[in-house]
């Protein structure tokens, strides 16, 4: 039995979980300072490169939070309005079942985020007046992570609908995995490379901190490593993948360096 049983619907806690989510495991990340050491860019990088003032950041994401908050809802009110409104209990499938569910939701939401991704890049204006506005983060760091447009915001809303709708996860199973999507993001963005046994996502998965710094730090790495959040296959596949290693540096932290 989960602690909101009795009080609040699968989908009120679907809209809400992932937000709560998002803001403690970033909030981790920021607030724990023997993590310095793991950085992937020095304080005089970040400084020189990250000029957008953090509280502007911190609106940024809640604007956007709240951009699929609504729309999630007013998705689910016209869709039956009494799911947002009514308790009701729902019959959870198999372990197995939730596990192959959530595979598909996440070959579906790569396959949506690597196309959409590619053409906010590949497209001038989609760039110029959307997608920039993601990359004024160009070292990135866990709490901007979700620092976007409000229209990129909308579409990426949409793709996790239809991760939703194809892989026929039930509310409770989709709220886990959207929960999970946000903490990947974070976990992409975070500027960190920790070492085995501290970064799950960086054990499970190729798409880590690492190889999206790439994407973010240096206009050359732009038209690399589009993939995110999961897998890395669509870059290998389409030719957009760069390869890289990460080394430490003399004085601390690491470095990613690129090997072609």
């Not at 609106?59 to 947002?84: N, P, W």
Request: glycine residues 6%; aromatic residues 14%; contains cysteine.
């Amino acid at each position: 039995m989960m602690f909101w049983e009795g009080y609040l619907s699968d989908d009120v806690m679907g809209l809400i979980a992932p937000v709560v989510v998002y803001w403690l495991y970033a909030g981790v990340h920021h607030m724990l300072p023997p993590l310095e050491k793991y950085r992937l860019h020095t304080k005089k990088e970040f400084a020189a490169k990250d000029v957008v003032p953090l509280p502007t950041v911190i609106r940024g994401v809640l604007i956007q939070q709240l951009i699929q908050v609504i729309t999630l809802a007013s998705l689910t009110y016209l869709f039956d309005r009494s799911m947002l409104t009514t308790y009701r209990v729902v019959v959870q499938p198999s372990i197995p079942v939730q596990i192959f569910q959530f595979i598909v939701a996440m070959l579906v939401l790569d396959a949506w985020q690597y196309f959409v991704h590619r053409k906010m890049h590949t497209n001038k204006f989609l760039y110029k007046h959307i997608h920039s506005q993601h990359h004024t983060l160009e070292v990135p760091y866990a709490c901007g992570a979700l620092y976007a447009h409000p229209l990129e915001s909308l579409i990426d809303t949409f793709g996790g609908v239809v991760c939703f709708l194809v892989s026929g996860m039930t509310a409770r199973t989709g709220l886990y995995f959207s929960s999970i999507t946000s903490m990947k993001a974070i976990d992409l963005h975070s500027g960190l490379w920790l070492p085995p046994g501290f970064g799950p996502f960086q054990l499970i998965f190729g798409n880590n901190s690492a190889y999206h710094d790439i994407h973010h730090y240096g206009l050359r790495g732009r038209k690399y490593n589009y993939a995110q959040p999961f897998f890395i296959f669509w870059d290998k596949l389409l030719g957009t993948h760069m390869p890289y290693t990460v080394v430490e540096r003399p004085k601390g932290g690491y470095e990613v360096r690129l090997l072609k």
